[in-house]
């Protein structure tokens, strides 16, 4: 339990660095959750549009109502961002993922330290 815990709150904190920030609410999302008595836990992204961030997405109108407080804060037009979004998508910005492929070796490393002093 303990060696996941910690992988789980190692993973978390990674992703937390990775993520792409504009209000601060995708970051905050990021949280790791206990099951099966701790011996497994899951670190997840609770937006809505996190995997939209992670993976990208492929050509679309979004709604210009959706944009416009991000627009906003970055002084652009919405209806200039949706065109471009309708054209090319968004790039994927991939946070989760890579956080949890940099645990991996070392939380492989401290299950076989944990089982070897069984």
């Keep these: 339990r303990r060696v996941v815990a910690k992988s789980a709150f190692n993973i ?7 993520a792409p920030v504009d209000t601060g609410r995708l970051r905050s999302s990021i949280t790791s959750d206990f099951i099966d008595s701790g011996f497994s836990a899951e670190t997840k992204a609770a937006t809505y549009y996190a995997i939209y961030v992670e993976f990208g997405t492929s050509p679309h109108f979004p709604p210009v ?3 416009r407080g991000w627009a906003r804060r970055h002084g652009t037009n ?15 910005q991939p946070f989760l993922y890579p956080a949890f492929l940099q645990e991996k070796p070392r939380f492989i490393r401290n299950i076989r330290a944990e089982m070897s002093k069984i």
Excluded: C, D, F, Q
Excluded at 80 to 87: D, E, K, L, S, T
């Design 65 to 67: 109502s959706a944009l």
């Design 12 to 18: 978390e904190k990674t992703a937390k660095k990775r």
């Design 78 to 92: 919405e209806w200039a961002v949706a065109r471009g979004i309708a054209r090319r998508g968004t790039p994927a």
